[in-house]
């Protein structure tokens, strides 16, 4: 069966940064104080990316049950997301699609308790985050939401750290250039390492989107 899932570990990721830099060789295992070292790099580069504003998120499906004459949910705390992609109303079979306000739109929401069938929701980045529906339901039902999250640390050898494939090389060679530090290499071969990370990183950053706006307004009326 053909497969199209393959994402590398945090071990594999590396491996690979060490044999780069002529740390390994293909083969050899890593000795603990290599995870230790690539393990601390690679979470302080993924870290220090997000201090630069590279925005790298993942998206993940949530459900939240709806409850008459309530109007605000906390989103599921296993998953801490940080803002919503599109949301639907599930009834039986058929997903509704649910506008997405912003703060100032929900203000702009003249009659707040009115009930019936949500047509809108408010995210609420707030701790932990909500989900207010307009109109507040004004019968039991499930809202399907596809949340953004942030990248999870990587904390043991089978962490992906929720990175998309693509960024596979950008992850290798960008945390290879930064082990240049602790394993000195030539100036040619440290020059080609980081001319290729920062090629890898723009390319994978070439997937990134903007978070989505919403720019249907809701009447005030």
């Known amino acids: 069966m053909t497969q199209f899932d393959y994402q590398a570990t945090r071990n594999d990721i590396i491996s690979r940064a060490l044999r780069l830099v002529g740390a390994m060789s293909l083969g050899d ?16 580069m993924v870290l220090s990316w997000q201090s630069d504003n590279i925005f790298i998120w993942t998206l993940v499906e949530i459900e939240i049950t709806l409850a008459p004459a309530t ?4 989103t599921p705390t296993a998953t801490p997301i940080i803002g919503i992609e599109s949301a639907f109303l599930r ?7 649910l506008a997405i306000l912003s703060m100032r739109q929900y ?10 069938q949500p047509d809108s929701i408010l995210y ?28 999870q640390d990587f904390d043991s050898s089978s962490d992906t750290g929720g990175f998309p494939s693509r960024w596979n090389e ?26 290729k990370a920062e090629k890898f990183l723009a390319r994978a950053r070439l997937g990134n989107r903007e978070k989505p706006t919403e720019d249907f307004v809701k009447g005030a009326f």
Request: proline share 10%; charged share 15%.
């Open 91 to 97: 009834l039986s079979d058929s997903d509704i699609p």
């Open 29 to 44: 295992p890593l000795s603990s104080d290599m995870i230790s070292l690539g393990a601390q790099a690679l979470n302080e």
């Open 107 to 116: 203000e702009e929401v003249y009659n707040k308790g009115a009930t019936g």
């Open 71 to 74: 109007a605000t949910y906390i």
């Open 124 to 151: 609420t980045p707030t701790e932990p985050p909500t989900i207010t529906c307009w109109p507040v339901p004004d019968t039991a039902g499930t809202i399907a939401c596809l949340a953004i999250t942030r990248q």
């Open 170 to 195: 950008a992850l290798s060679y960008n945390l290879a250039a930064r082990l240049c530090d602790e394993f000195p290499i030539p100036l040619n071969e440290r020059v080609y390492l980081v001319a």
